[in-house]
């Protein structure tokens, strides 16, 4: 008897050292993956030697406190073109988001900056807002931006043109809807930035994705430009909360980090990627709204005048207090659609050109 019990027992004695084993496996796999997340996330913020601002002149600029995890969080994110650099090797924003985060309500909106916003620079007189960082580096961009919007901007987070591509790349490309044909020859670096994109639903790759938030020629130039960035920025940002996604971090990290650069530690990046997974998009404007802004020229230069500062920060308190996701009454659509509305319904019949 003693033998048929030792043989029954065999069975369960192998299936629990194969569970052993397969819980040591996915173990060591969690502990792999999250011992490179923490490594590629840490590479994201430069020393002064790898720091592609290390020429940039250090100024005193006035940033705001810490952030300590509870009050909102706002962060800068600057899209650069390295064809584009001046004499210290950085190249004018070629796109302004700010993300902005509040922990208390789970809400997050997505602000674009028209790049030819003709602002105060601090340090440096009236200029373009795209032109900040190449006079003072991201922390005098991140100044500016957070004066423009009447917010405090405590972080950046800069890529250039090829980081994006291995973002998307990495991600298996994004399935989105292309508007409209577009078109256009870029004959620098061996048409290497032409654009070539076909009307419909389908998976972008990196360069596709790269030729699709690039696109600016059109009737309303970067004011549309602006909005299919940010709409394509939220797809990007639904696709990353993907569980294949969430698995394959660390092997999205490490592709971007070379092209990547920003002030978020590591312990913050931890802090925002908990949040992320509870928060919903509440919203996206473009900044300022059609309404705030008429075209002048200074000097040969065309550029975008705020019509009020004030009432600019005011129209960003207001969308902020907002929430898309919820379907208004008539009566709100009526008083909100000369102000709150997309880009589209705002610049429809504008008289703005390229």
């Known amino acids: 008897m003693d033998s048929r019990v030792k043989k029954k027992r065999r069975p369960w004695k192998y299936a629990l050292y194969g569970l052993l084993v397969a819980v040591g496996i996915v173990g060591a ?3 792999y993956q ?7 996330l840490d590479g994201f913020q430069k020393d002064q ?14 940033l705001p406190p810490k952030w300590e995890g509870k009050e909102r969080v706002n962060i800068l994110m600057l899209g650069g073109d390295a064809r584009d650099s001046d004499v210290n090797g950085i190249a004018r924003s070629d796109s302004l988001l700010v993300v902005s985060v509040d922990p208390q309500t789970k809400k997050a909106h997505l ?3 028209l790049r030819d916003t003709y602002v105060d620079i601090p340090g440096h007189g009236k200029g373009r807002i795209n032109t ?4 003072g580096g991201p922390n005098l961009a991140m100044e500016t931006a957070g004066n423009l919007l009447g917010l405090d901007i405590q972080y950046y987070v800069y890529a250039e043109f090829e980081g994006f591509k291995s973002l998307i790349d990495a ?3 994004i399935e989105f809807e292309v508007e409209k044909n577009m078109r256009y020859t870029d004959n620098a670096d061996g048409n290497r930035y032409d654009i070539d994109l076909k009307k419909g639903l389908q998976v972008l790759d990196g360069d596709k994705a790269l030729q699709y938030v690039r696109f600016r020629h059109d009737a309303m130039s970067d004011f549309t430009r602006t909005e299919r960035q940010r709409n394509f920025m939220k797809a990007v940002a639904d696709e990353m909360q993907s569980t294949w996604n969430l698995i394959r971090m660390k092997e999205i990290l490490e592709s971007v980090q070379p092209f990547i650069e920003t002030n978020l530690t590591v312990n913050d990046m931890l802090k ?3 949040l992320g997974l509870g928060i919903h998009m509440a919203g996206s404007a473009q900044v300022p709204p059609m309404d705030l802004i008429r075209e002048e020229r200074v000097g040969s230069a065309s550029v975008l005048m705020p019509r009020s500062e004030e009432r600019v920060q005011s129209y960003v308190e207001e969308v902020l207090a907002g929430d898309d996701t919820i379907v208004p009454t008539d009566e709100e659509t009526d008083t909100t659609d000369a102000r709150g509305g997309s880009v589209k319904a705002e610049t429809e019949g504008a008289d703005i050109g390229e």
């Open 132 to 135: 900040a960082i190449t006079s």
């Open 29 to 31: 796999y969690a502990a």
């Open 34 to 40: 999250a011992f490179g997340v923490y490594t590629a």
């Open 171 to 173: 991600m298996g490309g």
């Open 111 to 113: 602000f674009s900056i």
């Open 49 to 62: 030697t790898e720091s592609r601002f290390e020429h940039i002149p250090v100024e005193p600029v006035n």
């Open 272 to 274: 925002l990627g908990q």
